[in-house]
């Protein structure tokens, strides 16, 4: 049996070799385009912008961030919110909402994006420019995750999750409504200086004071399944890189 080193030279050696062919087969396309008559475009070698890779059967997409956001967006349309605030979340996921419900968008980096029903604030998640309870819907999506371990240049802090999710819970109004996605697996770890990834019942703890909705999940590959709303925890069995999407709520008072 073949070792996984031999498989992964293989492999690459089988990569090389179709990106070779690809590139004999875009030059003879090349010369065809460049030869119609009469031309409509100027054709010319030194504008040319080559993609080898993109003669695929299937679109690819990150399945993570087009099925959290996807999830995300639905949960915005079924409970059609007066506003809604995101920390540093998907600047596709802001945009598109605010076509629908008004939308603040929070980042230490703020994004010069000008839409109509979407402003952008500058704003540290461990020190949100919000007052207490004064926020009725809120979302932040694969970022705690990365807080305090200094990937964004941010000082490094083991604890840095557990204090921007203290922020989460002292903005949020009673009876507002929180969309927390971060990365699952059956074990929780570090993948340093990446991220933290977390496991659901660790989830649950740090958001006892909330109320959950919903779970929903994208798994490993999300391949056959995509995204599973109102899943079972249980299926993070096996799983080492999967999505977890959490719908919670604050409690009246």
Not at 3 to 29: D, N
Not at 81 to 89: L, N, Q, R, Y
Request: with cysteine.
């Amino acid at each position: 049996m073949l070792s996984a080193a031999i498989k992964k030279v293989l492999h690459k050696a089988k990569r090389a070799r179709q990106l070779l062919w690809q590139s004999v087969v875009v030059l003879r396309q090349y010369q065809h385009i460049k030869q119609v008559q009469p031309a409509r475009f100027r054709v010319s070698w030194k504008d040319r912008w080559l993609h080898l890779r993109d003669g695929t059967t299937t679109t690819s997409f990150d399945r993570h961030y087009v099925f959290h956001t996807a999830w995300a967006a639905r949960v915005i349309a079924e409970t059609q919110p007066s506003e809604h605030v995101d920390i540093a979340s998907s600047l596709y996921f802001v945009s598109s909402v605010s076509a629908f419900v008004p939308t603040r968008f929070v980042d230490y980096r703020p994004a010069p994006l000008a839409l109509s029903g979407l402003s952008c604030d500058g704003g540290d998640l461990l020190a949100l420019p919000d007052a207490d309870e004064s926020v009725v819907s809120l979302s932040c999506m694969h970022v705690v995750e990365h807080i305090g371990l200094g990937r964004y240049g941010d000082p490094l802090n083991y604890d840095g999750d557990l204090a921007a999710i203290a922020e989460l819970i002292r903005v949020l109004a009673p009876g507002g409504q929180l969309l927390f996605v971060v990365p699952l697996a059956e074990t929780p770890r570090i993948q340093f200086n990446a991220h933290r990834i977390y496991a659901y019942e660790q989830v649950m703890e740090m958001f006892a004071a909330l109320t959950l909705c919903e779970f929903a999940l994208i798994e490993d590959d999300g391949a056959s399944s995509g995204l599973i709303r109102d899943a079972n925890s249980e299926l993070l069995r096996g799983q080492r890189y999967a999505c977890g999407c959490f719908h919670f709520r604050k409690p009246d008072k």
